[in-house]
């Protein structure tokens, strides 16, 4: 909603609505009348690219109100390389990324209004990011489940972390009598796996 407009005699209300949404980089997407001479509909979004095909149509039976339909893009991360990969700003090029900027011709590139610039300065940082700070695969994080942990040994467990979440006391009765009933499973399941095995 950057560079959005407000009417002569706008209230207090609505102009500090409209700051609050620029100084968190929303959109407003709808730039069309959907009453008479207003604009009474807000689809925002922080992605100038996430709303497509924006139109406001006909209204409703009787009403005075015209609808809007849209389309929304949204990005499914792929999990190869949204949740394996990640920058490694440790071995960031900062001097290479300071060239670049310093090279930027930022005249240029700013044309258009405030939500163009937006884009156009999103755009170049991301280049950037891209060319000088290099991916670095993450170590799983998961742990591979204990054959013994079975369904009522991991209900157990969790008990007991519930437990001790409310009372935060590791010598309070409640949590001591959870403990034992976690471990008590736990070994019980333990011992039935490995007599199976």
């Known amino acids: 909603m950057t560079g959005h407009d407000t009417k002569t005699g706008a209230s207090r209300d609505c102009s500090e609505f409209l700051n609050c949404l620029d100084d968190c980089f ?23 690219e996430a709303i497509a095909d924006l139109r406001v149509v006909e209204n409703l039976d009787s009403s005075d ?6 389309a929304y893009r949204f990005r499914a991360a792929s999990k190869t390389e949204e949740q394996t990969r990640r920058r490694d ?20 590139l700013f044309t258009g209004d405030a939500d163009q610039w937006w884009v156009a300065f999103r755009d170049r940082m991301l280049q950037l990011e891209e060319n000088y ?6 170590r799983s994080k998961r742990k591979k489940n204990c054959i013994w942990m079975t369904g009522r040994a991991v209900d157990a467990v969790n ?18 009598n959870a403990n034992r009933r976690a471990k008590k499973e736990v070994r019980k399941e333990q011992n039935g796996t490995l007599r199976k095995s």
Do not use: C, F
């Not at 990324?97 to 930022?106: H, S, Y």
């Open 133 to 138: 700070i290099p991916l670095r695969k993450l």
């Open 89 to 108: 700003y440790a071995k960031r090029n900062y001097d290479a990324i300071k060239r670049e900027v310093l090279a930027t011709n930022w005249e240029g």
């Open 159 to 176: 008990r007991k972390r519930n437990i001790y979440s409310k009372y935060g006391d590791v010598k309070h009765p409640a949590v001591i």
């Open 65 to 70: 109100h015209n609808m809007i339909t849209w």
């Open 26 to 48: 929303y959109i407003q997407h709808v730039r069309d009348n959907t009453r008479e001479d207003a604009i009474l509909d807000l689809v925002l979004s922080t992605d100038q």
